[in-house]
């Protein structure tokens, strides 16, 4: 079999009298197959508790019965928790595949480069200076994500935007903005930082309907645009010129996409708190189990939903009190998970 001829069993045409589209089938196998596993695990977790419930249970109160009782403990106090965990998980990894393809560097995730930082910055703001609430800390975790982006990108501009400079910078300015977040913990009051000490781990503790509904907004806003130009990401992937003659803007392109998923980043940190590593580790196991050299950015997204949504569950299973922070987890398997990048990284040549 020929190599043109192994594309075109792998890539197949999905094609109206509207529009075409084309599409990968493992990649569209894989993304069913995270989907599946995503919801088993969202099962699970609700089941999981003090008031422990099986699968069959769980799905039966889901649909209007179940056992006596079972009703507000699944529909008013976990299922707002394991929705937020997919949909946080969700924008995480998209906005990880965006930056990652963006530096075209695999450690060049939002939580590396300090737009998650100034996500963090923000909404810690709104907490500890204004004492603001749900919906205004989101506001504040946008507006600190947007102008930490701004910052990093007009930092790394020189005739353009490289790859490594960005991830430089971003190092940078995640520095400076851990130095402001650890001076607003000096000056603020006990109960205050406590809360904020919480939050800032990465936690699903207490989540409710609120935080699902504004990590909703921010995947209804943002991920169509994000795909509507998933196509310009794979090309930017091949450097500016190349991208050039194929009939896209560059610049323009690289700011859209840079706007799209800081603020897919800032929503999620709104939501959830800054989980750490999963908007690194998410788009590289997804290319891995696609075996795709693009972007990737839906595998990324579902692979992102399933780790959230598995940490979730180890969190409760560990604590079944449940007051273990989700981002304790994920920071734990994250930070193993970056040893072996970089020594991969180091191997290859590139380090």
Same mark, same amino acid.
């Given at each position: 079999m020929? #190599?043109?001829q192994?594309?075109?069993?792998?890539?197949?045409?999905?094609?109206?009298?509207?529009?075409?589209?084309?599409?990968?089938?493992?990649?569209?196998?894989?993304?069913? +197959?995270?989907?599946?596993?995503?919801?088993?695990?969202t099962?699970?977790?609700?089941?999981?508790?003090r008031?422990?419930l099986?699968p069959v !249970?769980v799905?039966?109160?889901?649909?209007?019965?179940?056992?006596?009782? +079972? !009703?507000?403990?699944?529909?008013?106090?976990?299922l707002?928790?394991?929705?937020?965990?997919v949909?946080?998980?969700?924008?995480?990894g998209?906005?990880?595949?965006v930056? %990652?393809?963006?530096?075209?560097? #695999?450690?060049?995730?939002?939580?590396?480069?300090?737009?998650?930082?100034?996500?963090s910055?923000g909404?810690?703001m709104?907490?500890?200076?204004?004492?603001?609430?749900?919906?205004q800390?989101?506001?504040?975790?946008?507006?600190?994500?947007?102008?930490?982006?701004?910052?990093?990108?007009?930092?790394?501009?020189?005739?353009?935007?490289h790859?490594?400079?960005l991830?430089?910078?971003?190092?940078?300015?995640?520095?400076?903005?851990?130095?402001?977040?650890?001076?607003?913990?000096?000056?603020?009051?006990?109960?205050?930082?406590? %809360?904020?000490?919480t939050?800032?781990?990465?936690s699903?503790?207490?989540?409710?309907?609120?935080?699902? @509904?504004i990590?909703?907004i921010?995947?209804?806003?943002?991920?169509?645009? @994000?795909?509507?130009n +998933?196509?310009?990401l794979t090309?930017?992937e091949?450097?500016?010129d190349t991208?050039?003659?194929?009939?896209?803007?560059?610049?323009?392109?690289?700011?859209?996409?840079?706007? +799209?998923?800081?603020?897919?980043?800032a929503?999620?940190?709104?939501?959830a708190?800054?989980?750490?590593?999963?908007?690194?580790?998410? #788009?590289?196991?997804?290319?891995?189990?696609?075996?795709?050299?693009? #972007?990737?950015?839906?595998?990324?997204?579902?692979?992102?939903?399933?780790?959230?949504g598995?940490a979730?569950?180890?969190? %409760?299973?560990?604590?079944?009190?449940?007051?273990?922070?989700?981002?304790?987890?994920?920071?734990?398997?994250?930070?193993?998970?970056?040893?072996?990048?970089?020594?991969?990284?180091?191997?290859?040549?590139?380090?």
């Amino acid at each position: 079999m020929t #190599p043109v001829q192994g594309l075109e069993v792998r890539r197949s045409h999905l094609r109206t009298r509207a529009w075409s589209m084309r599409y990968d089938r493992r990649a569209v196998l894989v993304c069913a +197959a995270l989907l599946v596993i995503g919801a088993l695990a969202t099962v699970f977790a609700i089941g999981t508790g003090r008031y422990a419930l099986t699968p069959v !249970e769980v799905v039966e109160t889901l649909g209007g019965g179940g056992p006596p009782g +079972a !009703e507000f403990i699944v529909l008013d106090l976990r299922l707002p928790r394991a929705l937020d965990a997919v949909l946080v998980g969700f924008a995480m990894g998209m906005s990880g595949a965006v930056f %990652q393809s963006l530096s075209r560097n #695999p450690l060049g995730s939002p939580d590396v480069i300090g737009f998650g930082n100034g996500a963090s910055a923000g909404a810690l703001m709104a907490i500890i200076i204004f004492d603001l609430g749900t919906a205004q800390t989101a506001l504040g975790a946008v507006v600190g994500g947007c102008l930490t982006a701004a910052a990093v990108y007009l930092l790394a501009w020189k005739r353009g935007v490289h790859g490594y400079r960005l991830v430089l910078v971003g190092i940078g300015a995640s520095a400076v903005l851990g130095a402001a977040t650890s001076f607003l913990y000096v000056r603020a009051e006990i109960g205050k930082a406590a %809360q904020a000490a919480t939050w800032m781990v990465g936690s699903l503790n207490g989540r409710g309907w609120s935080d699902v @509904i504004i990590a909703a907004i921010g995947l209804v806003v943002l991920v169509p645009v @994000i795909l509507a130009n +998933a196509r310009r990401l794979t090309l930017l992937e091949m450097g500016d010129d190349t991208a050039a003659a194929l009939g896209v803007r560059p610049e323009h392109s690289r700011v859209t996409l840079l706007a +799209a998923g800081t603020g897919l980043t800032a929503m999620a940190v709104a939501a959830a708190g800054p989980i750490p590593f999963i908007a690194l580790a998410a #788009p590289q196991l997804a290319r891995r189990v696609t075996r795709s050299a693009g #972007p990737g950015v839906l595998p990324a997204a579902w692979m992102g939903a399933v780790l959230v949504g598995a940490a979730d569950l180890l969190t %409760q299973r560990i604590s079944s009190s449940a007051l273990l922070p989700v981002g304790v987890v994920s920071g734990v398997g994250g930070g193993v998970y970056l040893a072996w990048l970089l020594l991969r990284e180091r191997k290859s040549g590139r380090l």
